[in-house]
């Protein structure tokens, strides 16, 4: 949406009242005194109910100063608190706007409607008073919302300062600079799902080298000021903690010390580190209270600052903020980023996702944009430098004689090229989410263990017989050998699953390297209903609600079997659904010329199945022997040598750890522990050890999440 502007200046107190002035609009200036209701006791009540309820225990919390009283955490219901921001929102709109200014917002809006357009609210504040006011909940009861959750009305606060920058023409990718910090004597956040969401939301841009996302190695405003040296730099994005000291009356940023513990880096010394970079466009500031301000200085906030030191537009936050909404930011902000609207679009964007996240909060409100940028534009993508790159001096020039494609060549080249972009981001989705989310994340609390097959040629209906298997092959290897049709069966927590994503992470390769083969993508099969008739219908809707792929291209892929399928938890199907899931599998089978295929199940509900699948092969996964066990625990270290005696003493605990999954989790809960520490109670069943050791693992996980200690 193209926008409009709407300028309302707010100058300095004069005789209790403040000069505001509509310096621009469609419907032309006007100006008009106002007495805001910023020293009223009802209004400075709803204020304070206001930041006292956002203030509870799942916040970011703010950086405290030593002189600083912290408040008690304050809750209001869910209706109160509405109440309370709707009733401020009406009075911040009702005092600003006299009915002069009324009218001319109203002409305004309509001729912006008239034209298709939005209307950008540029709030120019010079009142340093009046900095630190919430304008984001403004709310306007004609329009029935507020101007920030209207994509019409987007708010910024403007700040003019000399001559306005102006788009910086970009030749892709565009360099966005990440940098997180997480102090040790500050709460924990969730800095590993919020990297994620704002990856996926970068992803098309990704794909399309648009974008180049780069984490800064280190924490310390060292690491940072290095960083800047390697530029340029065009965004840099903030993922912490922030806050306000009112000793020196500025806000501040929370890097990392030499010692691990909190370093702050007020607003002047963060403008400095970054000023002078004529690259960077744009700030993120995802830490609390990066646009609180002093009632003295306009430039105190961390975001205010930033553009007084040339960045033509920061976002920060005013209050402490929730790590989901948080995340909901990051994401939603850079997705629409990716599709070239005006920045403060785009942030009304986020801000209705977090509202519609959170419908029973008002952190929508919490972010802050400070702008100088006149249309809120920021780049200039030269996507022509980056196809068509300058010739080097000296450079020959070469004649090349093309002929001109027709219509029905230029169409299916642009099909083949729709599809190939379609695939590749399908196929980062599946590495991005399921090889680097869930394979890799496990393996690095947990040791990759080395499981043995066994073949069950005897469990599918296979025209090839048994194929012998080879202890020196991978497992893509085998998978080829078999007729890339294949089963796995195991015991519970045996590693089915941990055995599929490899498999899927050796043929993701096999896909990029060798044109024609098919993609790998892992579908669960716990979703298949009674309703569901064919297998072809059932992975569409999968493609579409799980990864996003429009129904109608995943059937196309489907049904030109470019997918190979890998389908997990055949036996979470419902038992009595199971057999005909069996049946559709077999039946698509028979009637498609499919290039690869891989159903998991736990071997006892395998068993039960009324018929058998129509696969190549079968695998089995073993149990772990006794020599494996002891290895592994053993080659672990000191730290285990507890877990180690147990084991070599113990023949039910022993029993117990030949599933993968449970010796894993024997781990997990006694690293550390000494021999003499484990109980001498001796317990005769197998269900009396289960229920110790997941009596033990519990507990052992309330201790971390109690003293905040990474086991």
């Known amino acids: 949406m193209e926008y409009l502007n709407f300028e309302l200046k707010i100058g300095t107190i004069n005789d209790d009242k403040y000069p505001v002035q509509v310096l621009n609009s469609p419907a032309g200036e006007v100006s008009s005194m106002v007495d805001l209701p910023f020293r009223r006791s009802e209004f400075q009540d709803r204020l304070d109910l206001v930041e006292r309820s956002r203030k509870t225990d799942e916040t970011r919390k703010s950086i ?115 940098v997180i910090a997480s102090p040790v004597n500050l709460p924990k956040l969730n800095i590993e799902k919020e990297k994620a969401q704002m990856m996926a939301g970068l992803e098309s841009l990704l794909e399309k080298g648009f974008v180049k996302m780069t984490w800064l190695e280190g924490e ?144 929508w409100g919490t972010p802050v944009l400070h702008m100088r940028a006149p249309d809120g534009m920021l780049f200039e993508m030269n996507v022509a430098g980056a196809i068509f790159p300058k010739k080097e001096e000296g450079e020959v020039k070469k004649t090349i004689n093309i002929q001109p494609l027709t219509i029905e060549e230029a169409t299916s080249s642009a099909i083949q090229m729709e599809e190939r972009s379609g695939l590749q981001i399908l196929m980062h989705k599946v590495r991005n989410f399921w090889v680097k989310g869930v394979l890799e994340q496990s393996l690095q609390h947990s040791a990759l263990l080395e499981l043995g097959l066994t073949q ?75 309703t569901t008739n064919d297998l072809p219908g059932w992975l569409a809707d999968e493609l579409s609600t799980k990864y996003l792929i429009p129904r109608k291209i995943g059937a196309s892929w489907v049904d030109q079997n470019r997918i190979l399928l890998m389908l997990d938890g055949l036996d979470e199907v419902g038992t009595e659904r199971r057999n005909a899931c069996v049946q559709a599998i077999n039946t698509y089978l028979s009637r498609s010329a499919i290039l690869g295929i891989v159903v998991c199940c736990r071997f006892k509900e395998y068993l039960d199945l009324g018929s058998k699948l129509n696969l190549n092969g079968a695998i089995r996964l073993k149990v772990l022997s006794r020599e494996k066990i002891l290895q592994t625990v053993g080659d672990a270290g000191a730290a285990y040598s507890g ?69």
Request: some cysteine.
């Open 64 to 178: 405290k100063t030593d002189t600083e009283t912290t408040r008690d955490t304050f809750r209001l219901s869910t209706l109160k608190k509405e109440e309370t921001v709707k009733e401020l929102g009406i009075d911040l709109f009702e005092s600003l706007f006299t009915p002069e200014i009324r009218s001319c917002f109203r002409s305004s809006l309509q001729q912006a409607r008239e034209d298709k357009k939005g209307l950008r609210i540029r709030l120019r504040i010079e009142a340093p008073d009046l900095a630190g006011i919430p304008w984001e909940f403004l709310y306007d009861e004609k329009e029935g919302d507020y101007f920030c959750l209207n994509t019409e009305t987007p708010l910024v606060r403007f700040l003019e300062l000399g001559r306005p920058p102006e788009a910086l023409t970009v030749t892709p990718p565009l360099h966005i600079l990440g």
């Open 220 to 363: 310390s405003w060292r690491d940072l000021q290095a960083a800047m040296r390697k530029g340029p730099w065009h965004i840099l994005h903030f993922i912490g903690h922030g806050g306000f000291n009112e000793q020196t009356g500025e806000g501040a940023i929370a890097l990392v010390g030499d010692d691990g513990n909190s370093e702050l880096l007020d607003a002047t010394n963060f403008g400095r580190l970054l000023s002078g970079h004529q690259s960077m466009r744009m700030v993120i500031l995802n830490a609390c209270e990066g646009a609180r301000t002093s009632d003295k200085d306009l430039f105190s906030s961390v975001g205010a600052n930033l553009i007084r030191k040339g960045i033509p537009a920061v976002v920060s936050m005013q209050y402490e903020i929730t790590d989901r909404a948080a995340i909901e930011f990051s994401r939603t902000f850079y997705e629409t980023i990716a599709e070239g609207i005006p920045v403060d679009a785009a942030l009304q964007e986020s801000r209705k996702a977090i509202s519609f996240a959170q419908n029973d909060s008002f952190e």
């Open 456 to 530: 069950m040629p005897g469990m599918v209906d296979s025209p090839f017989g048994s194929t012998p298997i080879s202890p020196d092959q991978s497992l893509g290897e085998v998978f080829n050998e078999i007729g890339r049709s294949l089963l796995i069966l195991g015991e519970p927590g045996s590693g089915k699953t941990t055995m599929l994503l490899t498999l899927a992470k050796e043929l993701i390769i096999q896909y990029k390297n060798a044109p024609g083969f098919p993609l790998p993508v892992i579908f669960n099969l716990s979703s298949w209903t009674q």
């Open 643 to 711: 877990l180690l005696e147990l084991l070599k003493n113990d023949s039910s605990f022993l029993k117990l750890a030949e599933i993968p999954f449970m010796l894993n989790l024997m781990m997990q809960t006694y690293k550390g522990i000494s021999a003499e520490q484990f109980s001498v109670e001796k317990m005769e069943s197998m269900q009396s050890k289960r229920m110790q050791l997941m009596q033990a693992y519990v507990q052992r996980q309330f201790r971390m999440v109690e003293t905040g200690v990474q086991v």
